[in-house]
């Protein structure tokens, strides 16, 4: 047995948002595989909460969002809502319609890393 792997889990727990009908977003549970590599060819960090807290929005981009610092509760169109927080990846999926609002419910930031994916990348994504 290997020892430096003995009792690593296999995933890390993901949120999903997703586009339903009529411009609607909504969310799934579920999870992707450690060590799986994501075809992507940059990412970048942002710590401003400014300009999009509260506001309605789609996704800019299919991306990864890796919370690093914060705790934010994410509402969608019917009003459902989770939470982020260091340990769950954030697929933002939601790239049209109404899209998603977000705020900080736990101090004034959030540093979060972005890793877009290109069109035909696959997320690994797996529903729970």
């Known amino acids: 047995m290997n020892t430096d792997q ?11 948002l997703i586009n339903i009908e009529g411009d609607k ?7 992707i595989p450690i ?4 075809n992507a060819n940059y990412f970048f ?10 506001i309605p929005h789609p ?5 990864y969002v890796i919370t690093l610092k914060g705790r934010l509760k994410f509402t969608v169109s019917n009003g459902e809502t989770f939470i ?8 933002a999926n939601d790239t049209a319609g109404e899209g998603h609002t977000w705020e900080i419910v736990d101090g004034n930031e959030w540093e979060r890393i972005y890793i ?5 990348t696959d997320d690994y994504f797996t529903i729970d």
């Open 6 to 16: 003995a009792g690593t889990p296999d995933y890390l727990k993901a949120i999903r």
């Open 25 to 31: 977003c909504s969310f799934e549970t579920g999870k």
């Open 35 to 38: 060590r799986q590599h994501i």
């Open 45 to 54: 960090a942002q710590t401003d909460v400014s300009t999009l807290e509260k």
């Open 59 to 63: 996704a800019p981009r299919r991306q």
């Open 84 to 91: 982020i927080e260091p340990g769950i990846v954030l697929i």
């Open 116 to 120: 877009p994916l290109d069109e035909d």
